[in-house]
């Protein structure tokens, strides 16, 4: 059966990729530590199973070391007159490539769930996805007559765009982990259960709302967010005490959440590694962006639960 | 004490300390504060490094992406933009992100994305589209036509992906409300994301109605 760990072989073989043809990339200056970097997330995705919690623990650390110490990025940017002179002569079949991806992503989605036995149905998506990234690399080197190394010199250059951002999402991911652990969620919903102002129901959506776009934020993650403000403010005070629709208060309560993530950088997968991936100069320039989307659709979120949930 | 290592983010990234530094720090003095001894730490934070990594697969579809912008894509966008007459970016982003609302909310939540259809696609059209309305961009409002495209993605994909049924979040309220003797189906959760959804629509629509006239003045007086 394909499951995941086909994807995490491929990713591997990409990491690897860029790591060796970075070694002899000899434009960066910190060739080495970079590298380095992109041979141990190789590392991880082969062997990530095989190394145990701690190994893991090691593997990370040297990831932190090695990024804090700097990667560095190369040349390799195809001059423009010559990628003009290319776009003219391939014409849509650029768009044909490109649009290869989501294709078979939503393509390989339906026919992977209704053939369970052979392809792991939960990740049907990824892995479909990854089966896309295959598809269109073969069929982009020769359609547009290029050498199979070709993309994975222009994908490393894009990735050492990118640098250590890459594997924030991961990280605070695994932070969230250790929070977990140390009980963090239970004492912010012990503080926010204090500071709600008593016998006031639009206090308390106002509390519960704002909560979980705060603490969010603080999280990077709506997920980690809803448990805590849930027990504190949700069920005890808006569902029990007031009798609103858990429906309702849950549903619109974790859009609330959502409205938090779009402020935040701890939400680096969503906020910072965009800002990288696209090469803006402020790498806070997404949240700015979506700020003035955020606030007023928060304040929706709050009038929302208000009327719907007490009816 | 535990919640010491929130500080620590909170004053890390506000200094703009190295960030996967700051992560450090907060992991090991949350670990550290709740009792916990530091291989154990360390551990922990390990596995969850690696029940995380299909986080960072989505990178492998940058050598495509790659081997298009050394063929030109970005440049083709120009020249496909430049031909359509009424095409703004406002538009087309407001386009985008009702496919990226409605694609999410039948569950297709990793068909688009920043890596896969925002840097190749919707960055470049958008710009491309932008250079029209207002003439040469400088450096900056290159940027933030980057940053708008990017934002729509987001947006698009956040207030659309909870009216599908099965998505992590839903299912997440219906386990949570379990635990405290409420049970809910799905459907009956999933509803309700959808005043939000239009809300969404609404005022990020409205934004990028506002960002066409912000460039059309700016052709005018320049």
Redesign the interface.
């Known amino acids: 059966m394909i499951t995941?760990h086909w994807?995490?072989a491929?990713?591997g073989a990409?990491?690897a990729a860029f790591a060796l043809l970075g070694v002899r990339d000899r434009d960066n200056p910190r060739r080495w530590t970079t590298a380095a970097f992109w041979a141990l997330?190789a590392t991880?995705?082969w062997a990530?199973?095989r190394?145990?919690?701690?190994?893991?623990?090691?593997?990370?650390?040297g990831?932190?070391a090695l990024?804090?110490l700097g990667l560095g990025r190369g040349d390799g940017v195809?001059p423009?007159e010559q990628?003009?002179?290319?776009?003219?002569r391939?014409?849509?079949r650029?768009?044909a490539?490109?649009l290869i991806?989501?294709v078979t992503?939503?393509g390989g989605?339906f026919l992977f769930k209704a053939a369970p036995d052979w392809f792991d149905a939960k990740q049907a998506?990824?892995i479909a996805?990854?089966l896309g990234?295959l598809i269109?690399?073969t069929a982009?080197?020769i359609w547009?007559r290029?050498g199979a190394l070709?993309?994975?010199?222009?994908?490393?250059?894009?990735?050492d765009c990118?640098g250590?951002?890459?594997?924030?999402?991961?990280?605070?991911?695994?932070?969230?982990?250790?929070?977990a652990?140390?009980?963090?969620g239970d004492?912010?919903g012990g503080i926010v259960q204090q500071a709600i102002p008593q016998g006031s129901l639009l206090g308390a959506v106002i509390a519960y709302a704002l909560g979980m776009a705060l603490f969010t934020m603080?999280m990077g993650n709506?997920?980690a967010a809803?448990?805590v403000m849930?027990a504190a403010i949700g069920?005890p005070l808006l569902?029990r005490t007031y009798h609103g629709d858990?429906?309702?208060v849950?549903?619109?309560g974790?859009?609330a959440g959502?409205c938090g993530?779009?402020m935040t950088?701890?939400a680096?997968?969503?906020?910072l590694?965009?800002?990288a991936?696209?090469e803006?100069?402020?790498k806070h320039?997404?949240i700015?962006?979506?700020v003035?989307?955020a606030l007023?659709?928060l304040i929706?979120?709050i009038a929302?639960i208000y009327w719907?949930a007490f009816r | 004490m535990?919640?010491l290592?929130?500080a620590i983010?909170?004053a890390g990234?506000l200094l703009r300390f190295?960030?996967?530094?700051v992560?450090?720090a907060?992991?090991i003095v949350?670990?550290l504060?709740?009792g916990?001894d530091p291989?154990a730490?360390?551990?922990?934070?390990?596995?969850?490094?690696?029940?995380?990594?299909?986080?960072?697969?989505?990178?492998?579809?940058?050598?495509?992406?790659?081997?298009?912008?050394?063929?030109?894509?970005?440049?083709?966008a120009r020249?496909?933009i430049a031909k359509m007459r009424g095409a703004t970016v406002g538009r087309f982003l407001t386009f985008y992100l009702i496919l990226r609302q409605a694609?999410a909310a039948v569950?297709?939540?990793?068909?688009?994305g920043?890596?896969?259809?925002?840097?190749?696609?919707v960055?470049p059209i958008a710009e491309a589209a932008a250079e029209r309305q207002a003439g040469d961009l400088e450096?900056?409002e290159r940027?933030?036509i980057?940053?708008?495209?990017?934002?729509t993605?987001?947006?698009g994909l956040?207030?659309g992906e909870?009216i599908f049924l099965a998505i992590?979040?839903?299912l997440?309220?219906k386990g949570?409300?379990e635990q405290?003797g409420?049970n809910?189906e799905p459907l009956?959760?999933?509803v309700?994301?959808i005043?939000?959804a239009i809300?969404?629509l609404l005022?990020?629509g409205f934004?990028l109605w506002r960002l066409d006239r912000r460039l059309a003045r700016r052709r005018r007086q320049p």
């Not at chain 1, 190394?51 to 650390?61: A, F, P």
């Not at chain 1, 070709?150 to 990735?159: A, D």
């Not at chain 2, 190295?18 to 530094?21: D, E, G, N, V, W």
């Open positions: 995941l994807v995490y491929l990713a990409v990491f997330l991880s995705m990530g199973d190394l145990g919690d701690l190994g893991n623990g090691v593997l990370v650390l990831l932190i990024g804090a195809v423009p990628r003009k002179a290319r776009a003219d391939f014409g849509n650029l768009f490539v490109a991806i989501p992503a939503l989605t998506t990824l996805l990854a990234v269109a690399m982009g080197c547009l290029a070709v993309p994975l010199q222009q994908g490393r250059r894009l990735m990118i250590w951002a890459a594997i924030l999402p991961q990280m605070l991911a695994s932070l969230g982990a250790v929070f652990l140390a009980g963090v004492v912010v603080i709506a997920f809803f448990p849930t069920v569902i858990p429906a309702v849950c549903a619109i974790m859009l959502f993530t779009l950088p701890m680096a997968n969503f906020n590694v965009p800002a991936l696209l803006l100069k402020d320039g997404v700015k962006r979506q003035g989307t007023p659709l929706v979120n929302l719907l | 535990v919640l290592g929130i983010i909170v990234f190295h960030p996967l530094l992560i450090l907060s992991a949350t670990g504060a709740a916990l291989l730490i360390l551990a922990a934070f390990g596995k969850a490094f690696n029940d995380a990594r299909y986080v960072s697969i989505i990178w492998i579809v940058l050598p495509v992406v790659g081997l298009l912008e050394a063929n030109g894509l970005q440049e083709r020249g496909l694609l569950g297709l939540t990793s068909v688009a920043h890596p896969q259809t925002v840097r190749p696609l960055a450096e900056a940027d933030e980057r940053a708008w495209a990017a934002a993605d987001n947006i956040f207030f909870d992590g979040s839903i997440l309220i949570l409300l405290y409420i809910l009956q959760l999933s309700w994301a005043p939000t809300a969404a005022i990020h934004r």
